[in-house]
């Protein structure tokens, strides 16, 4: 009797899902379960025997994806570029694999059984990027906070950000506020300093 490994595949772009969905179901030992998203495959409820998760990088968080590391299930992140700062993230919380969504079948399919095997693999394109992609000490930092410390960086006001970033003085703070609290600083300047130790901003 066969044994048949559960996958758990969470994607919402409807052409990679059917791509999956032919390369997977030919398997005699796999059966996958598709869902649009986290939320989905909550409220659909976790199953508890599957065997591995797929699922796109944009989502599932780093917070949701810890627990289901943690029940030892082997992970899969596909990805459209190499250039998300969640890559790094990803790799330290011990992922078994990354494959791009312009895989063909047999290296999508040698990435899932090398998952379930306990092997880890990645793309080559990938590996050599490596080192290219920014360190920043686990600390997300989106765009517009980003833009917000160059704009501390060069001496800029409260009432100045605002109005090159077309927001309120007001949004600007809550912006600020979320910025200290990942730095764990207290200041202005502590801040703009600890991005640019971190290579964050270079103002």
Same mark, same amino acid.
């Given at each position: 009797? /066969?044994?048949?490994?559960?996958?758990?595949?969470?994607?919402?772009?409807?052409?990679?899902?059917?791509? !999956?969905?032919?390369?997977? %179901?030919?398997?005699?030992? +796999?059966? =996958?379960?598709?869902?649009?998203? &986290?939320?989905?495959?909550?409220? $659909?409820?976790?199953? *508890?025997?599957?065997?591995?998760? @797929?699922?796109?990088?944009?989502? /599932?968080?780093?917070?949701?994806?810890?627990? /289901?590391?943690?029940?030892?299930?082997?992970?899969?992140? #596909?990805? #459209?570029?190499?250039?998300?700062? $969640?890559?790094?993230?990803?790799?330290?919380?011990?992922?078994?694999?990354? @494959? &791009?969504?312009? =895989?063909?079948? =047999?290296?999508? +399919?040698?990435?899932?059984?090398?998952?379930?095997?306990?092997? =880890?693999?990645?793309? +080559?394109?990938?590996?050599? #990027?490596?080192?290219?992609?920014? *360190?920043?000490?686990?600390?997300?930092?989106?765009?517009?906070?980003?833009?917000?410390?160059?704009?501390?960086?060069?001496?800029?006001?409260?009432? %100045? !950000?605002?109005?090159?970033?077309? @927001?309120?003085?007001?949004?600007?703070? &809550?912006?600020?506020?979320?910025?200290?609290? $990942?730095?764990?600083?207290?200041?202005?300047?502590?801040?703009? +300093?600890?991005?640019? #130790? $971190?290579?964050?901003?270079?103002?």
């Amino acid at each position: 009797m /066969i044994d048949i490994n559960t996958i758990v595949i969470i994607e919402n772009q409807l052409a990679w899902q059917n791509k !999956l969905k032919v390369w997977i %179901e030919p398997e005699k030992d +796999m059966y =996958a379960f598709f869902f649009r998203s &986290y939320t989905d495959f909550i409220e $659909k409820g976790i199953f *508890e025997d599957y065997q591995l998760l @797929v699922c796109d990088i944009e989502l /599932i968080s780093l917070d949701e994806l810890e627990p /289901i590391y943690r029940r030892d299930r082997p992970i899969i992140i #596909s990805i #459209s570029n190499h250039k998300s700062p $969640k890559i790094k993230q990803l790799l330290k919380l011990g992922i078994s694999g990354i @494959v &791009y969504k312009t =895989a063909t079948s =047999a290296q999508l +399919m040698r990435t899932i059984r090398n998952a379930l095997d306990g092997l =880890a693999t990645l793309p +080559m394109e990938l590996f050599r #990027s490596l080192h290219t992609i920014p *360190e920043y000490d686990d600390i997300l930092i989106s765009p517009k906070e980003r833009s917000i410390l160059e704009g501390l960086a060069l001496g800029k006001s409260n009432k %100045e !950000l605002a109005a090159l970033l077309y @927001v309120s003085q007001r949004t600007v703070e &809550y912006h600020l506020t979320h910025i200290f609290s $990942k730095f764990n600083v207290h200041t202005r300047t502590e801040a703009v +300093m600890a991005a640019k #130790s $971190k290579g964050i901003i270079h103002v």
